[in-house]
């Protein structure tokens, strides 16, 4: 187990360096969520998603829905993480005619499964195909990564009751709880909580942790999927914004950053002086 996480560790300031250096070619971007959401997508990719690089069609593959499609860094890192994307490509992120545009488009990106962004959507179409999957007796996952501020959405809500109505054991859904949206503090725009009994209301099956304790991710992935219990299963991450950069887990707003020049380079220093010996 300690060499598991040690592992999810170095894999977790893998993707958020990819992160910085991406976000360092367009010199801003949504690089808090992707630091604050590093350590999930690094258990996600590294040990509970079944996939295959070369091949990212692969009909068993477990499928990652990224309903927040200005996460898009994020799950770009995590992808060159897994090999799915090149290392190279980072270079062109939101450039012209990249395969790696500023919100995430399926028609464009390996490992891409679905044109998130209109926020709200994706735990529909996450509905939808772990139906398609029961149909096809495909014994696959899907995995609805989306944001606290998609709870504000009646689009969710929607999706979440008919999920349990049809007991969508093969249904994940990934929330993250940075309480922050572009406007302000997301319990301030419209109060989202007691929202662990709302699930549990709904008929899911329930975990809240600290989304950046990697231990306490992995073991609710593992128990998210070996759960006996014939309900959809959801997990509540709690994150921190810029984590791993403490200058910029310090800023008021993050939702959206602009970094200096100069600073893009000091937050891969700090990453690097706190992850000594770590492989790049």
């Excluded at 894999?11 to 010199?27: S, T």
């Excluded at 258990?43 to 990652?64: L, Q």
Aim: net charge negative; hydrophobic share 40%.
């Amino acid at each position: 187990m300690t060499e598991l996480i040690e592992s999810l560790k170095a894999r977790a300031y893998r993707i958020r360096r990819f992160a910085l250096r991406m976000g360092e070619v367009q010199g801003q971007g949504y690089i808090g969520q992707a630091l604050g959401m590093a350590d999930i997508l690094a258990v996600a990719y590294g040990h509970a998603m079944r996939f295959e690089p070369k091949d990212p069609h692969w009909e068993g593959r477990d499928r990652f829905l990224l309903s927040h499609g200005h996460y898009a860094i994020a799950h770009y890192a995590a992808l060159i993480e897994a090999g799915i994307i090149d290392e190279e490509e980072l270079e062109t992120y939101g450039c012209d005619d990249s395969r790696l545009p500023m919100s995430g488009m399926a028609t464009y990106t390996p490992g891409m499964e679905i044109s998130g962004g209109s926020l709200g959507q994706g735990l529909s179409i996450g509905v939808g195909m772990a139906l398609g999957l029961r149909q096809k007796r495909n014994p696959a996952f899907i995995y609805n990564s989306m944001s606290d501020g998609e709870l504000d959405e009646g689009s969710t809500w929607e999706a979440a009751m008919s999920a349990a109505h049809h007991n969508l054991s093969n249904l994940i859904v990934l929330v993250d709880i940075n309480n922050q949206q572009a406007d302000g503090n997301s319990n301030q725009i419209l109060r989202f909580e007691p929202i662990a009994d709302k699930w549990l209301a709904f008929g899911w099956h329930v975990q809240r942790v600290d989304g950046n304790d990697i231990k306490a991710v992995l073991n609710a992935f593992d128990e998210a999927r070996q759960t006996k219990v014939n309900q959809p299963r959801v997990i509540l991450f709690d994150t921190l914004m810029g984590k791993g950069v403490p200058f910029l887990e310090q800023r008021e707003k993050n939702h959206f950053i602009r970094v200096d020049a100069g600073e893009w380079q000091s937050a891969i220093s700090i990453l690097d002086a706190a992850n000594q010996g770590v492989s790049k």
